[in-house]
């Protein structure tokens, strides 16, 4: 590609990304020949964010990597920072959680001397992720506050729902119904005023498990479902594997244990295809409830075992510790 080619399909490969639309940026590159794409750091980039979304870690570990030293070797602090911060993500999705701190406390670093706020927004958002899996629910909301305030200044309406999205999270594991709810709405908002359908099919399952606990089942049930759906129509395999998950608690609620059951397993089967340890310890840990309520100790103590030894590898000790009572039973 010529200067003029590589800029325009930057262009275009920035506005596919905007708009959630991985699979067809993949599909888009999926013509140009690798070595084209990994002279350009940008694209490398995009390349592997889409990849990261749809769930192909190893592919979005690779681009990334070369978007990292291709920044690098032209003196492009800025982008290097950027896919630094993207490759700590990935480093957190496959379960290697001290490579995903070190990755995201530079990036944030470098991001703050540079005035690079929606890179702040990112790296920040991201700390309080790890932050909520340790438990720490302070500190989480302190750093989702903080990348919502620099996705504000960056513009960003993407940053600012997934900030959003994150903290409704952990406003739902405080017990704080009220908060979360009113986040997650403003979440599925954000994401739907940018036009992304797949971060705005997030929040709303998001929005849908938080009524579940609130014990709004039916509404939660009615959420999930067309979640569910429109998951389908974009092709997103992880997301909908995510929201099977949420899918199987409603089931669960509406006594329908069976089919709660097998979905649950499935969710396990697929997350560890897709090498995403900490869904399959939740889905683990979802299951090892219901089997416990069905009197099936045995069966709810391996599972359980299974779902505390992944949280306890991830560093989310309280999760862990929320597994003693089906753990000790005899």
């Not at 070595?35 to 192909?56: C, E, M, T």
């Not at 982008?79 to 406390?105: C, D, K, M, Q």
């Not at 989480?140 to 409704?168: C, D, K, P």
Request: aromatic share 2%.
């Amino acid at each position: 590609m010529n200067a003029r080619e590589s800029l325009n399909m930057l262009n275009e490969a920035h506005q596919l990304v905007a708009a959630g639309k991985h699979a067809s940026l993949l599909e888009l590159l999926g013509t140009k020949p690798d070595r084209d794409l990994a002279r350009s750091p940008g694209l490398a980039l995009l390349v592997g964010i889409s990849h990261a979304r749809l769930g192909h870690n190893e592919d979005a570990h690779r681009w990334v990597d070369i978007a990292v030293q291709q920044s690098r070797e032209r003196g492009d602090r800025a982008a290097e920072t950027r896919a630094l911060n993207v490759s700590g993500a990935i480093a957190l999705e496959s379960g290697r959680v001290s490579a995903a701190e070190g990755l995201f406390a530079k990036a944030l670093a470098e991001a703050e001397r540079g005035g690079d706020h929606a890179t702040v927004g990112r790296a920040s958002n991201n700390m309080g992720i790890l932050a909520n899996m340790r438990g720490d629910h302070g500190r989480a909301i302190g750093s989702y506050t903080m990348a919502l305030a620099a996705f504000q200044r960056a513009n960003s309406r993407v940053g600012t729902a997934e900030a959003l999205h994150n903290m409704a999270i952990t406003y739902r594991e405080q017990g704080n119904i009220p908060m979360a709810l009113d986040c997650a709405d403003k979440a599925v908002e954000q994401a739907q005023a940018a036009g992304d359908v797949r971060l705005s099919a997030l929040a709303r399952a998001g929005r849908a498990e938080i009524r579940l606990v609130a014990g709004d089942v039916l509404v939660a049930r009615r959420e999930i479902e067309r979640v569910l759906e429109t998951e389908r129509e974009i092709g997103n395999d992880l997301g909908e594997t995510q929201d099977l998950r949420v899918w199987a608690g409603c089931l669960a609620q509406m006594d329908e244990e069976e089919e709660a059951e097998h979905a649950l397993r499935d969710v396990i089967l697929r997350a560890e295809e897709r090498g995403r340890p900490l869904l399959a310890a939740q889905a683990e840990r979802d299951l090892a409830r219901l089997l416990a309520r069905l009197g099936r100790a045995a069966d709810a103590r391996e599972f359980a075992t299974r779902a505390r030894d992944r949280f306890l590898t991830l560093g989310a000790e309280a999760e862990a510790r929320k597994l003693a009572d089906i753990l000790e039973q005899s």
